[in-house]
C-alpha cells in the first residue's frame, strides 16, 4: 500500500500543473479577460480568443512583477 501512495504522491505535480492550465483557460473563456504574461522573452497580453499582443520585449535575464 506504501508503493501506492508513493506513486500517487509523484502525480501531484503533474495533476496539479494540469488543472492550474485547466482554470486558466476557462477563466478566459468564461470572463472574457485579457492576461498580461511573460512569453519568450516578451511581455504579452493573451486574450479569450486566444489572440495574443506583443507589448514590449524583455531584456534577458528580466524579471517582471505584474502586481
Known sequence: QRNGQQAAERR?????AKA???AYKQA???TGAVV???SKG???E???DGSVTVIK????????RIW
Open 28 to 30: 478566459l473563456a468564461e
Open 12 to 16: 501531484f505535480p503533474e495533476l496539479a
Open 36 to 38: 498580461v504574461a511573460t
Open 57 to 64: 520585449a524583455l531584456p534577458p535575464d528580466k524579471r517582471v
Open 46 to 48: 493573451r486574450k479569450a
Open 20 to 22: 492550474g492550465r485547466a
Open 42 to 44: 516578451q511581455l504579452v
